[in-house]
Structure formats: C-alpha cells, structure tokens
C-alpha cells in the first residue's frame, strides 16, 4: 500500500468513524438527558441541598403559573389561604393532618354531593425495619380522613400482608410512600424521619443475622 492508497484509507475511516461516533455522542446525551429528566421530575420537596427561598409564593410568582395569565393574579395566594392552620416544619409549612383534627378547615368528602362522608379507617399497619432506626407505623386513619382506598389500593400498594416491598431508595425516586410524600404530603428529609420511623425496637431486639451468617455461623 503506497503513501496515497494510506491517505485515502485513513480519509475513508475518518469519514466513516466521526458521523458513528457523533451518533453515538448524541445517543448517550439522549440517555443522560432521559435520566435526568425522570429523576428530577420527583418533587422538589425531597432536595436535601438547597432550601426554597420563598415558601409557599404567591401564584404570579411561583415559576408554576403563568405570570402573563390575568387569571393567575386571581388566584388566592396560599399565604393568605393557610392563615390560622397549624403549622409545620416541612414542605409547605403546614401540619394537614393537625389542621384537619382541630377543624380549621373541613373538607368536602365529594365533590359534587356535599353530604359524602369519608370512609375512615381506623388501622394501624407496622412495618418492621432491620436496622436499627425505630420500626414504621402506617398509620390508616389520617390517610383515609382525605383519600379514598382506591387512591393507594391497588396501584400503588398490594392490600395484602407482606405483598409490598420497598425501600427509602425507592421512595425518594417519587415511588410507593413517594407517590404523595414529597409531592403533595410531608416531605423525605432527615428531619422528618421520625414521623414514620415512630415505635421504637423491643428492649430485647438484636441486628438479624445475613444470610451468609446463618448457612456458616462458624464463620
């Protein structure tokens, strides 16, 4: 192969080589940028890194509504609306559940019928945690007092003992208890860890073994 058949071979491959190498640039950034998107879409009520400046701001300036919408300046400011409710540490600085219980707000079951009355469940589910943070309390009734069954069962959790598997990972990537908490409830931070984290581990609880430990426990 003389020096110009070279040239021409290594022009060729180059010609060859970049247009592959911009598509698959172009189709790694796609994938990033996918990533990206489906993890940020989880509520920013879960970013451990930066506190919101201005909590609960007024619609016109909420970066949710549209400013140039004369409708938008007509809607109440939540400011104004959550006026005399308990408040909170988290998310939006209010304590729902408290509120609810203290009757500064009552809300309406039905949408359409005013005489609806909620289907309360007064039940309790424990959810045990193998390390050693206090066990979960799932707690129905304050659940049931604002949502239907239908709302969690059975899309997001199986109504049935032990069907469910999850963990933090999970919920703070907007899934299972992540649906609504860090959205539209309490948010995940380690603040409010002990609001679930809630029935401390028997005086008599010990770590579980690996499974490792229990084939050899010699080992």
């Excluded at 409708?71 to 609810?100: C, M, R, Y």
């Excluded at 309406?108 to 309390?137: G, H, L, T, Y």
């Excluded at 239907?148 to 069962?153: E, G, K, L, M, R």
């Excluded at 959205?183 to 603040?191: D, G, H, L």
Aim: glycine share 4%; aromatic share 8%; charged share 20%.
């Amino acid at each position: 192969m003389n020096f110009q058949t070279k040239s021409i071979s290594l022009a060729f491959a180059l010609a060859v080589i970049a247009p592959l190498s911009y598509v698959q640039a172009e189709s790694v950034d796609q994938a990033d940028a996918t990533k990206v998107a489906a993890v940020s879409a989880v509520n920013t009520f879960n970013r451990n890194l930066k506190k919101e400046a201005n909590v609960n701001a007024a619609p016109p300036e909420d970066g949710i509504h549209d400013p140039a919408n004369d409708s938008t300046h007509v809607l109440q400011p939540p400011k104004e609306a959550f006026s005399g409710f308990i408040t909170s540490k988290f998310g939006n600085h209010v304590d729902w559940v408290k509120t609810l219980e203290e009757g500064k707000i009552n809300p309406r079951w039905d949408r359409i019928n005013p005489a609806e009355e909620a289907f309360v469940m007064d039940m309790d589910i424990v959810r045990e945690v193998k390390s050693s943070v206090p066990d979960v309390i799932f707690p129905h009734r304050q659940h049931t007092e604002w949502l239907a069954c239908a709302n969690c069962h059975p899309t997001i959790f199986i109504p049935q003992q032990n069907a469910n598997q999850f963990n933090m990972s999970s919920i703070l990537l907007g899934k299972d208890c992540g649906v609504c908490h860090g959205k539209v409830s309490f948010p995940i931070t380690t603040q409010s860890c002990s609001l679930c984290h809630s029935k401390p581990k028997p005086a008599d609880w010990e770590p579980p073994m690996s499974q490792a430990s229990l084939k050899n426990p010699w080992k």
